[in-house]
């Protein structure tokens, strides 16, 4: 039996045999998740991951320019 789910997208790997509607790390659909033996484990840090909230943009805004004029 395999207990664990893995996207198939990112690779995470879920704990329990309950579908996702959506994966918490990339967004993919609960249909592209498989089952697996592995352990459950997250995923490397990918900075272009849209919901990773360290890939928030720096730069000029609310905080103004590095640079006086």
């Known amino acids: 039996m395999k207990p664990n789910l893995r996207c198939t997208i990112c690779g ?6 309950a579908v996702p509607d959506r994966c918490p ?8 998740f498989e089952p697996t033996d592995e352990p459950p484990h997250g995923i490397p840090h990918n900075p272009f991951q849209p919901r990773d909230p360290r890939a928030a ?5 609310d905080s103004g320019c590095l640079y006086p004029d």
Do not use: K, M, N, T
């Not at 995470?12 to 045999?17: D, P």
């Not at 790390?25 to 592209?32: Q, S, V, W």
């Open 12 to 17: 995470l790997v879920r704990s329990g045999a």
């Open 25 to 32: 790390e990339c967004g993919a659909r609960g249909l592209l």
């Open 57 to 61: 943009a720096v730069g000029p805004g």
